[in-house]
C-alpha cells in the first residue's frame, strides 16, 4: 500500500536557521505533523551541517551578509521569485520568520495561509534609518501590513504586547517561546567529549557555564567577579564564544586579577556542533544575564535561544531578574539576579549552587522541559491553526 502523499509548506527565513534555532525547531515539530518542509534562506556565515532528520530541505539562493546595496537588492528580488515557484509548486501554507519575508510573502502566496512568526523585533525609529534604511523601510512596511497574516506569533508576551500596539492589532499574536526540539531518543551525554575540552583538576565540579557574545551588555565581566566573591571551589566558570577583542581582553584580566577566580575559568573561543552540546550536556548552571536600555525596546524585550537550550539539557538557570526570565524564577528553574551587579549576581549564584545540589534537580527541569517548555508544546498554536485550515 502506497504511504499517503505528505503536503507541503514553505519557512522563508533572511538569517540562515544556524543562527536562528527557533526555525529548525518549528520544521521538525511540522515535519512530525506530516508535512514536507522546504526552508528558503540565505547562505550562512560559516560551514553548515544540520542534522535534521527526512522530510527538511534547506535551499539558499547566495550570500546575503558583507556585500553592497545593489548586490543585497539584487539577491532579495532572485530570492523573491524562487519563494513565488516554491508557493506555486503546491505549498500548502507560508512561514515566515522576519519583516523581509513576511513581505515577501504577501507578495507570493496566492490563496495559502500565511504564518508571520515574527523572531525579530522589527521597529523603524529616525535613530536607526540613518544605519539600515533598507531594513528599516522593510520594518516600516511590515508594521502596516501585520494583520494581513492569516496567523500571528511572536517570541514572548511582551512582544505580542509591543506588536499590539506598533501594528494597531485587534487581537493579541500568539506566543511561542524560543524553545528547542525534543529529538524521540534521548540525549548523548558527549561525556568524552567533554573530558578531552576540560581540563583534568576540572572533572567532576559543578559547572557554570556562560555561552554567547561576550560584551558588556552581557554582563560577562560582573559574572567573573560574582564568581570569584562565592568562590566556590567545587564548581568552575566556562565561557565560550570569547573573542580576540577589548572587551574579551578585560574579561581575561578581570579572572586573573579576581581572587577566588584564579585557574577556575577557562575560555573557548566560539564552539558549534559536538563541543557546544558537550558543553551544554555537562554543566550544572546556564547563564543569561543582559542590560535593560529604557530607551531601547530591543534589550527591554529579549527572547534569548539559549534558555532553551540550557534546559532542555536539564541547566539550572542563573538569569537577570527580567520580565521574560520572572515566570522561570517561579516556576523553580532559574535563581534571578535582581541588580546585574558583582553583588546581585553573586547572590543569585550562591542560590544556584545549592538548587543543583538538590536530588532530582536535573530531573525536575527536564520534566518541565517536557510538558512545557519544548517546541513540541511552545508551536501548538501554529500546529492547530494549520489543522484547522485543513490543510
Same mark, same amino acid.
Given at each position: 500500500?502506497? +504511504?499517503?502523499?505528505?503536503?507541503?509548506?514553505? /519557512?522563508?527565513?533572511?538569517?540562515?536557521?544556524?543562527?536562528?534555532?527557533?526555525?529548525?525547531?518549528?520544521?521538525?515539530?511540522?515535519?512530525? @505533523?506530516?508535512?514536507? %518542509?522546504?526552508? /528558503? =534562506?540565505?547562505?550562512?556565515?560559516?560551514?553548515?551541517?544540520?542534522?535534521?532528520?527526512?522530510?527538511?530541505?534547506? @535551499?539558499?539562493?547566495? &550570500?546575503?551578509?558583507?556585500?553592497?546595496?545593489?548586490?543585497?537588492?539584487?539577491?532579495?528580488?532572485?530570492?523573491? *521569485?524562487?519563494? #513565488?515557484?516554491?508557493?506555486?509548486?503546491?505549498?500548502?501554507?507560508?512561514?515566515?520568520?522576519?519583516?523581509?519575508?513576511?513581505?515577501? #510573502?504577501?507578495?507570493?502566496?496566492?490563496?495559502?495561509?500565511?504564518?508571520?512568526?515574527?523572531?525579530?523585533?522589527?521597529?523603524?525609529?529616525?535613530?536607526?534609518?540613518?544605519?539600515?534604511?533598507?531594513?528599516?523601510?522593510?520594518?516600516?512596511?511590515?508594521?502596516?501590513?501585520?494583520? &494581513?497574516?492569516?496567523?500571528?506569533?511572536?517570541?514572548?508576551?511582551?512582544?505580542?504586547?509591543?506588536?499590539?500596539?506598533?501594528?494597531?492589532?485587534?487581537?493579541?499574536?500568539?506566543?511561542?517561546?524560543?524553545?528547542?526540539?525534543?529529538?524521540?531518543?534521548?540525549?548523548?551525554?558527549?561525556?568524552?567529549?567533554?573530558?578531552?575540552?576540560?581540563?583534568? @583538576?576540572?572533572?567532576?565540579?559543578?559547572?557554570? /557555564?556562560?555561552?554567547?557574545?561576550?560584551?558588556?551588555?552581557?554582563? *560577562? %565581566?560582573?559574572?567573573?567577579?560574582?564568581?570569584?566573591?562565592?568562590?566556590? =571551589?567545587?564548581? *568552575?566558570?566556562?565561557?565560550?564564544?570569547?573573542?580576540?577583542?577589548?572587551?574579551?581582553? @578585560?574579561?581575561?584580566?578581570?579572572?586573573? #586579577?579576581?581572587?577566588?577566580?584564579?585557574?577556575?575559568?577557562?575560555?573557548?573561543?566560539?564552539?558549534? !556542533?559536538?563541543?557546544?552540546?558537550?558543553?551544554?550536556?555537562? +554543566?550544572?548552571?546556564?547563564?543569561? /544575564?543582559?542590560?535593560?536600555?529604557?530607551?531601547? #525596546?530591543?534589550?527591554?524585550?529579549?527572547?534569548?535561544? &539559549?534558555?532553551?537550550?540550557?534546559?532542555?539539557?536539564?541547566?539550572?538557570?542563573?538569569?537577570?531578574?527580567?520580565?521574560?526570565?520572572?515566570?522561570?524564577?517561579?516556576? !523553580?528553574?532559574?535563581?534571578?539576579?535582581?541588580?546585574? =551587579?558583582? *553583588?546581585?549576581?553573586?547572590?543569585?549564584?550562591? %542560590?544556584?549552587?545549592? +538548587?543543583?545540589?538538590?536530588?532530582?534537580?536535573?530531573?525536575?527541569?527536564?520534566?518541565?522541559?517536557?510538558?512545557?517548555?519544548?517546541?513540541?508544546?511552545?508551536?501548538?498554536?501554529?500546529?492547530?491553526?494549520?489543522?484547522?485550515?485543513?490543510?
Amino acid at each position: 500500500m502506497a +504511504a499517503p502523499v505528505r503536503k507541503k509548506l514553505l /519557512l522563508l527565513t533572511l538569517v540562515h536557521p544556524d543562527y536562528l534555532p527557533p526555525v529548525y525547531a518549528i520544521a521538525q515539530v511540522l515535519r512530525d @505533523e506530516g508535512y514536507d %518542509i522546504h526552508i /528558503l =534562506t540565505f547562505d550562512p556565515f560559516g560551514p553548515s551541517q544540520p542534522q535534521l532528520g527526512h522530510h527538511i530541505t534547506i @535551499e539558499s539562493v547566495g &550570500k546575503h551578509h558583507g556585500i553592497g546595496l545593489m548586490q543585497r537588492l539584487a539577491i532579495r528580488r532572485r530570492y523573491t *521569485v524562487r519563494a #513565488a515557484t516554491l508557493a506555486a509548486s503546491g505549498m500548502s501554507a507560508l512561514v515566515s520568520f522576519c519583516s523581509f519575508t513576511f513581505l515577501c #510573502a504577501l507578495r507570493v502566496k496566492r490563496s495559502v495561509p500565511l504564518v508571520y512568526h515574527s523572531l525579530e523585533l522589527a521597529d523603524c525609529s529616525w535613530s536607526t534609518l540613518r544605519r539600515s534604511p533598507l531594513s528599516q523601510f522593510k520594518n516600516l512596511v511590515a508594521i502596516h501590513r501585520v494583520a &494581513k497574516a492569516d496567523f500571528i506569533s511572536t517570541a514572548s508576551a511582551q512582544r505580542s504586547a509591543w506588536q499590539v500596539g506598533r501594528s494597531r492589532l485587534h487581537h493579541m499574536p500568539y506566543t511561542i517561546l524560543n524553545t528547542v526540539y525534543l529529538p524521540p531518543q534521548p540525549l548523548p551525554s558527549y561525556q568524552n567529549e567533554f573530558k578531552t575540552m576540560m581540563p583534568e @583538576e576540572h572533572r567532576g565540579k559543578k559547572v557554570v /557555564l556562560y555561552m554567547g557574545s561576550v560584551n558588556a551588555q552581557n554582563c *560577562v %565581566i560582573e559574572l567573573v567577579k560574582a564568581f570569584g566573591a562565592v568562590n566556590d =571551589t567545587h564548581s *568552575v566558570m566556562v565561557i565560550a564564544g570569547i573573542k580576540e577583542n577589548e572587551y574579551g581582553d @578585560e574579561v581575561r584580566r578581570t579572572a586573573v #586579577a579576581t581572587p577566588g577566580c584564579t585557574g577556575r575559568v577557562v575560555f573557548f573561543p566560539f564552539v558549534k !556542533g559536538a563541543e557546544k552540546d558537550a558543553l551544554q550536556a555537562n +554543566a550544572h548552571i546556564g547563564v543569561c /544575564l543582559s542590560n535593560e536600555d529604557q530607551n531601547n #525596546a530591543e534589550s527591554m524585550m529579549t527572547s534569548p535561544n &539559549k534558555v532553551g537550550e540550557y534546559l532542555a539539557k536539564g541547566l539550572f538557570l542563573l538569569a537577570s531578574d527580567t520580565e521574560y526570565m520572572r515566570p522561570l524564577g517561579m516556576k !523553580g528553574v532559574a535563581a534571578l539576579s535582581r541588580s546585574n =551587579t558583582e *553583588v546581585g549576581i553573586a547572590h543569585a549564584l550562591r %542560590i544556584a549552587l545549592q +538548587a543543583v545540589e538538590a536530588p532530582g534537580c536535573r530531573n525536575a527541569i527536564l520534566g518541565f522541559v517536557k510538558e512545557y517548555y519544548c517546541m513540541q508544546q511552545q508551536a501548538q498554536p501554529l500546529v492547530r491553526f494549520i489543522k484547522e485550515k485543513g490543510l
